[in-house]
């Protein structure tokens, strides 16, 4: 059976940069089995499937291991899809997904604006193996849906050498991954950067992570009192997002950039 496949490079201002997210519009749900199996042979961070329903689409992601509860890049590559490609004059495109409602919309310069839910985290006593695994010890550490390391400076967060099979065995009970975050340069143009280990659901370092700023947003717009911030994840592809909290909602922006279109058969 023929599927058409999308592949975007979210985050992006132009290919090679950002995170790609593998596309797959569906008119009904394949399988579990299938989807996980084609995420795996995608090898991506996140492969998005899609069905339409009355009034929005439903939205499931999965990494080339595990099916995931929320997954920034690969909706805002699966808005892209929809609004450039498939319904280019909507304004907006609604999801239903695991993490409840989701919605896209069209914005200033050609980004697209995501409305998500806010993932505010609390204080924790730092792991003792923390540090040890991360390869520099955070001044703080907080803990709700993923964990965030909190360190002085961008420079300390590049010179970041996880031991990623260690992370991934700390990890993996929590059910988390590890944000790792610290206030931008002065002059840089970001008022703050992260990087981002996913080991346990199969992806050691990810390139850009949507949905890591519904976590770090609340606790960067408390920490720098500003309402509209620019951040940067510092992966080797890179990535640039314009975030802000509204309540207990965080409004995510990027840009997309295609990369390919083609057919699958499964």
Same mark, same amino acid.
């Given at each position: 059976m023929p599927l058409t496949l999308f592949q975007i490079d979210a985050f992006a201002s132009k290919p090679f940069e950002g995170n790609p997210a593998?596309?797959?519009?569906?008119?009904?749900?394949?399988?579990?089995?299938?989807?996980?199996?084609?995420?795996?042979?995608?090898?991506?961070?996140?492969?998005? &499937? &899609?069905?339409?329903?009355?009034?929005?689409?439903?939205?499931?992601? &999965?990494?080339?291991?595990?099916?995931?509860?929320?997954?920034?890049?690969?909706?805002?590559?699966?808005a892209y899809v929809i609004l450039n490609h498939l319904t280019p004059d909507a304004a907006n495109v609604s999801f239903e997904t695991?993490?409840?409602?989701?919605?896209v919309s069209r914005g200033d310069e050609g980004r697209l604006v995501m409305d998500f839910p806010a993932r505010p985290s609390k204080p924790m006593a730092e792991p003792r193996e923390l540090g040890a695994m991360l390869g520099v010890r955070p001044r703080m550490v907080l803990s709700g849906a993923n964990l965030i390391a909190v360190f002085d400076s961008a420079a300390e967060v590049a010179r970041l050498t996880p031991a990623f099979e260690p992370l991934a065995r700390f990890a993996a009970p929590r059910d988390q991954v590890v944000i790792a975050t610290a206030p931008g340069d002065e002059g840089s143009g970001f008022d703050f950067v992260n990087r981002v280990f996913a080991p346990a659901h199969g992806v050691?370092?990810?390139?850009?992570?949507? $949905?890591?700023?519904?976590?770090?947003?609340? &606790?960067?717009?408390?920490?720098?009192?500003?309402?509209?911030?620019?951040?940067?994840?510092? $992966?080797?592809?890179?990535?640039?997002?314009?975030?802000?909290?509204?309540?207990?909602?965080?409004?995510i922006e990027g840009t997309c950039a295609d990369y390919l279109k083609g057919e699958i058969s499964v």
């Open positions: 593998a596309v797959v519009p569906l008119d009904a749900w394949l399988t579990d089995e299938q989807m996980l199996a084609i995420a795996a042979e995608n090898n991506l961070a996140e492969t998005a &499937f &899609f069905v339409p329903g009355d009034d929005e689409y439903r939205l499931r992601w &999965f990494t080339p291991t595990v099916e995931v509860q929320l997954c920034g890049h690969a909706t805002l590559a699966t695991l993490s409840g409602r989701l919605t050691n370092e990810d390139h850009v992570t949507g $949905s890591a700023f519904c976590d770090v947003t609340p &606790f960067w717009t408390r920490k720098l009192k500003k309402e509209q911030m620019v951040a940067r994840q510092m $992966s080797p592809r890179g990535g640039t997002i314009w975030t802000r909290l509204a309540d207990d909602r965080v409004i």
